[in-house]
């Protein structure tokens, strides 16, 4: 039987999502916690693997059970209960919020048809301490609607290779993708980058938020951005900016019925899109 | 020369605000910052003594400074050159947001005319991570009618020993303080349990907060939560709820121009107060 799994997690102590050897990653903490509580060995599947440092409400998983060896000693399967246990085992920095049982064609990754980032920035004259692990920090003032001109040349099904590292292309990785909305939303202090598409490319958010950012602050124009889109130019295009700003929200599966996602953070930036 | 100073920090690696021997605290990795940066051993008074653990936007703390020990090295005293360098020594935990200079009779502490905190409670399926050390958790639903009436009976100069260690009343202690308002406001999976006083007593809000969540899981009524003030029964009165989820917000001065605090958390609290 397959089952999929809402996961929430605080990226600062991980080295990212997928597994390393001798690292800290949240694939290995999941596998670990899911394998104890079902009593075999498991693999996981996800939706998005996301780096070290990136966090997640709403990241989905996977995984293949042979639900007998868990039902002989625990009886039938109260998802409550369940995901009790598998949280009593995991740290407190990663948590799975819903679980479902999924048909057996689906996978978290190849069914996902839709996905939802945003990059937090904070604005404010000095960085706050409750926001140094889950925001970028800047200063100066940003030209918001040139951003959005900006973004605007982004939307659609396009070749994202300038915003992605060039040793992806060289790899003869497809760099096309589509991105159906990008918002920018300010929140007081806070500014965010609300990304929704098919998926997204090696460091893409990280890439196009930080050219964004270059022209909020006049060092690219709106224009240019489309043409460094067009020219597929890494060189051109702004700098990866950090991890710590970035959140994995939500993965889309159009044709199945998913765990359920009420996601605090997701709702209160939806709400404030224009 | 006097200085007040206002100050956000992260509580969860401070053993609370003032000084002790052996310890990190608020008070010493301030008073080493501005010590440094002010050429002098300084010490430092504020506006509320937090507990450990305990967070802060909008603190506000004092010092005497002789001036020409700086000026003499640094020249004129820039307000924005100087935060930058107390900010570069201090941990990242720590900031000071704003400075101003204030009159000789200016007392952190004796001068401040009213306190907000604000206590935050995650109401979620499980314990998100990125809460987990700003909010206490909390599963089952609440009544929030019933606790907003109880708090209406906590409103006005009373005498709030219940709702303080016993130890500090045995110590004759006064234990009468004013209660200008208590809001509780809902935004989303957050509730917000906001202070505003004259001044509070050891705990007395982690315990006021710890007695109404009482409330509004039905183990005491407003009626009751009257009476354990009248009769002053610590022992009638909730727990002391941890200090995780407790923000010192800001502090007023009636009488002096006090520094800045533009202080996003609270904008977006009192925006959402009915």
Redesign the interface.
Known sequence: MRFAFTV???GKNFSGFQIQHGRRTVQAELERALSIVFRQKLRIHTAGRTDAGV?A?GQVVHTEVELSRYTEKQGDLQTETF?YSV?SILD??????HMAQVPEQFHARFSCTGREYVYQVLQ???????Y?D?ALWVRGPLDIAAMREAASHLIGELDFAAFTPAFYRKAGEKTIRRIDKIEIIE????LWFYFDGSGFLHNMIRIITGTLLAVGRGELTALQVKEILVNRSREAAGMTIPPTGLFFLNARYAEYETPGK?N??R??LLSLTR
């Open positions: 929430a997690y605080h966090h409400f995901l949280n407190k920095d990663v948590v799975v919020t404010f004259p000095v960085f706050l301490p409750h140094r889950v929140n007081r202090a806070l009420k605090p953070f709702e209160e």
